[in-house]
């Protein structure tokens, strides 16, 4: 009677030490999928700083602008007109690509002036190509990520902001497209006034 009383009680602690530690396990899985959710979350709404545009004072044909791209030579232009706009090109990889690190690939192409609706210009609108042919190595690795199926779309993006001296402007990318937004007082005043025109 003994023994079995004993070994009743084995039983019993065992079988709350296996519930206790399959518990613990499903808790520890539950804590480490939501780690990876939230993981994957911000890779997928991380944005890349590409450029910053700075509105100097008037000119001749409209206001100075600074165009600063990472890793490139500053660009100095006058520009007509009311606003400025920045055009890139995307390439977007498929979800599960994301996941590994992939992150959108962006080539900026245009910089240009904008004329607001129903304003003549003095001059044509100003357009600096920004295109640099890709090497061959890029394009071949392109055609192969395609190929493996990792590519989810191609599409075009543009931002635009006015112009207004001393404001600044920081240009980034997104997993949607490019986005501009203020960096200095001036151009948050700026964007205030241009958003209720």
């Known amino acids: 009677m003994g023994l079995r009383l004993v070994s009743k009680r084995k039983i019993l602690w065992a079988s709350l030490a296996g519930s206790a530690g399959t518990s613990a396990a499903l ?22 700083v590409l450029a910053k545009v700075i509105v100097g004072e008037k000119s001749e044909l409209g ?11 500053p660009i100095r232009l006058d520009m007509p007109g009311e606003e400025w706009q920045l055009d890139g090109r995307f390439l977007k990889w498929k979800a599960w690509a994301a996941l590994l690190g992939k992150t959108p690939n962006v080539r900026l192409e245009r910089f240009s002036s904008r004329l607001e609706k ?3 210009a003095a001059s044509a609108p100003v357009i600096i190509e920004l295109i640099e042919s890709p090497g061959a190595w890029i394009s071949a690795a392109m055609n192969i990520a395609e190929q493996l199926g990792m590519v989810d779309a191609y599409y075009g993006s543009s931002v635009y902001m006015p112009l207004a001296e001393g404001a600044e402007f920081i240009v980034s990318a997104t997993m949607s497209g490019l986005i501009a937004r203020p960096s200095n007082a001036r151009a948050e005043q700026a964007v205030t006034e241009w958003r209720y025109r």
Request: charged share 15%; glycine share 8%.
């Open 27 to 48: 808790v520890g899985l539950f804590l480490m999928l939501l780690g990876l959710n939230l993981h994957t979350y911000t890779k997928l709404t991380a944005e890349q």
């Open 63 to 73: 206001r100075v602008l600074m165009l600063r791209i990472d890793g490139k030579q």
């Open 118 to 120: 129903n304003v003549q």
